[in-house]
Nanobody
């Protein structure tokens, strides 16, 4: 069984920094793209950043210049370094990964449980 476990959320003042991490555990025979999404109260879930196995990253406009996504393929982990945080960054942040759980199976999309990030003004 595949699990994505996020950690690192919390409360921070505007202008501060937080780092999130997410580890994929369980049956794993390959991970393609990994990413971070967020969902604020009353809003739809939105992409924050995504990274390929080779390290190519794409960011939402709101994250460019402030957030950095990275990954460790050896440790099945994806990170999100967030700086210059704003109150509008407040949301539940979800880890996402395309992962193959069997040796010859297809890749399926998995989600973590989410971690709360709250930025106070």
């Amino acid at each position: 069984q595949v699990q994505l476990a996020e950690s690192g959320g919390g409360l921070v003042q505007a202008g501060g920094s937080l780092s999130l991490s997410c580890v994929a555990s369980g049956s794993n025979f390959g991970i393609n793209d990994m990413g971070w999404y967020r969902q604020a109260p009353g809003k739809q879930r939105e992409l924050v950043a995504v990274i390929t196995p080779g390290g190519a990253a794409n960011y939402a406009d709101s994250a460019k210049g402030r957030f950095t996504i990275s990954r460790s393929n050896a440790n099945n982990t994806v990170f999100l370094q967030m700086t210059s945080l704003r109150p509008e960054d407040t949301a539940v942040y979800y880890c996402n990964a395309d992962l193959r759980a069997t040796p010859r199976g297809r890749y399926y999309n998995y989600w973590g449980q989410g971690t709360q990030v709250t930025v106070s003004s």
